[in-house]
């Protein structure tokens, strides 16, 4: 029951930014215009959110400084924003870009100084006693980084196999065999 409560905690995102649509919309062209008090409010908004993205996908030891980044970036990209969705898609989908990308950079760099980047294979299935007290969300950053980003894609943000297969740039099967291998570590650790 306890792991039950624990697993919907963890599983639910930050709510939707209280911004009115209006006033939301009027924050982002003022801000692209260069109003930094606008992307502040903006920040504020939102920044709870890609916070949580952020943790999520590549773990609380990079999560401050990857938000940092996506805000920097939404800043300078800010004037390529069409108003075509809602800025907090726009801007979730540039985090989410950001992350995969300096992912793919520190599987570079890890891959100079490791042999083999099948990291998922030597993963013990089997928690030591000091794990089983563990929450969802600290099981979820002992995942390798691609089963994490595959499960967080998928099982928390609710993306589709093909979209996440085309933003990694692998195929389908390889993300079905990613989250099924993900979902078993964290059975195994939350067990």
Same mark, same amino acid.
């Given at each position: 029951?306890?792991?039950?409560?624990?697993?919907? @905690?963890?599983?639910?995102?930050?709510?939707? *930014?209280?911004?009115?649509?209006? @006033?939301?919309?009027?924050?982002? +062209?003022?801000?692209? #215009?260069?109003?930094?008090?606008?992307?502040? #409010?903006?920040?504020?908004? !939102?920044?709870?959110?890609?916070? +949580? =993205?952020?943790?999520?996908?590549?773990? !609380?030891?990079?999560?401050?400084?990857?938000?940092?980044?996506?805000?920097?970036?939404? %800043? $300078?990209?800010?004037?390529?924003?069409?108003?075509?969705? #809602?800025?907090?898609?726009?801007? !979730? #989908? @540039?985090?989410?870009?950001? =992350?995969?990308?300096?992912?793919?950079?520190?599987?570079?760099?890890? /891959?100079?100084? &490791?042999?083999?980047?099948?990291?998922?294979?030597?993963? $013990? +299935?089997?928690?030591?006693?000091?794990? &089983?007290?563990?929450?969802?969300?600290?099981?979820?950053?002992?995942? *390798?980084?691609?089963?994490?980003? =595959?499960?967080?894609?998928?099982?928390?943000?609710? %993306?589709? !196999?093909?979209? =996440? +297969?085309? /933003? @990694?740039?692998?195929? $389908?099967?390889?993300?079905?065999?990613?989250?099924?291998?993900?979902?078993?570590?964290?059975?195994?650790?939350?067990?």
């Amino acid at each position: 029951m306890a792991a039950t409560a624990t697993w919907n @905690l963890a599983l639910r995102t930050v709510e939707a *930014p209280a911004l009115s649509p209006i @006033l939301e919309t009027s924050d982002v +062209a003022l801000a692209a #215009r260069g109003d930094a008090r606008a992307f502040a #409010r903006l920040y504020e908004e !939102h920044k709870g959110r890609v916070m +949580a =993205i952020a943790r999520r996908m590549a773990g !609380h030891e990079q999560a401050a400084e990857l938000t940092q980044d996506v805000f920097v970036r939404a %800043w $300078s990209k800010l004037g390529t924003f069409r108003g075509d969705a #809602r800025f907090s898609t726009w801007l !979730h #989908r @540039l985090a989410v870009n950001l =992350i995969l990308s300096r992912r793919a950079s520190w599987a570079t760099e890890r /891959a100079r100084f &490791l042999g083999t980047q099948d990291t998922l294979e030597t993963l $013990s +299935a089997r928690p030591s006693g000091r794990e &089983l007290n563990m929450d969802f969300e600290k099981a979820i950053d002992l995942l *390798p980084d691609g089963a994490r980003t =595959i499960f967080v894609l998928h099982d928390v943000e609710g %993306w589709k !196999h093909e979209e =996440i +297969a085309r /933003a @990694l740039g692998v195929t $389908s099967g390889t993300t079905k065999a990613q989250l099924h291998r993900a979902r078993m570590l964290l059975r195994g650790t939350l067990a």
